[in-house]
């Protein structure tokens, strides 16, 4: 069986075993990750997403963080002279080793979601205004105190693709348990799309399913 999954706006076709480079991700050397963006498995029982296929997804593990080749490119003016001049570079990339891919039941494996390392910086930088917001207003400091709330909230951590920052968003939202979670509707799957900037991503990751489960103990 083969896999076409999508990961740092490129796609790649893998099987079980495949060693491969992929845009750089927010995880360390031996760690498992999962890619949940498949647009098409392949075999005995060939299926294509539309985009994406639900509930497939791929495990690998990840090698080590790398380099890419140096890249040399040049600058030159026309009709200057002197004014050449010579640009390197060198691509930060993820080896990672194909482990395993699953046609259905991703988004109850539990495994992290392979996130990529820009995405990660681009959501920490987007969170980190608002503590000094509430530091110039004094009044707003019970605001500050939602995430106080999460000692005695569920670890929304549990859901595929949840990490602190986006643990803190839920919290500051409201959400503190599965329970909250497992009931969602149509409507606030749509309103948290909005209030959490991921379209798509909480029917993508299946939160719903897994809050139900997680909710049962």
């Known amino acids: 069986m083969f896999a076409v999954l999508k990961t740092g706006g490129k796609q790649y076709k893998v099987q079980s ?3 491969l480079r992929v845009e750089k991700l927010a ?40 380099k890419g080749e140096k890249l040399i490119h040049y600058v030159k003016r026309r009709r200057k002279h002197s004014s050449q001049r010579k640009k390197g570079h060198r691509q930060q990339l993820t080896l990672v080793r194909i482990t395993d891919i699953l046609p259905s039941g991703g988004e109850a494996s539990g495994v992290k979601a392979a996130v990529g390392a820009g ?15 509430a ?48 009931a969602w509707g149509d409507a606030e799957i749509a309103e948290f799309d909005e209030k959490l900037s991921f379209k798509g991503r909480i029917e993508r990751e299946g939160w719903v399913e897994q809050a139900k489960k997680l909710a049962q103990g």
């Open 17 to 19: 075993g495949d060693v």
């Open 27 to 66: 995880a360390e050397a031996g760690e498992t990750v999962q890619f949940n963006e498949i647009l098409m498995l392949g075999g005995d029982n060939p299926s294509v997403g539309s985009p994406m296929i639900t509930g497939a997804a791929v495990q690998a593990t990840v090698i080590d963080q790398i």
């Open 119 to 133: 995405s990660v910086a681009t959501t920490a930088a987007a969170a980190a205004p608002a503590p000094k917001k």
């Open 135 to 182: 530091a110039a207003k004094p009044k707003a400091e019970p605001k500050a105190e939602a995430p106080v709330a999460a000692a005695g909230a569920d670890d929304l951590k549990q859901l595929s693709g949840v990490g602190p920052a986006l643990e803190k968003k839920l919290l500051a939202a409201g959400v503190t348990s599965f329970a909250q979670i497992a």
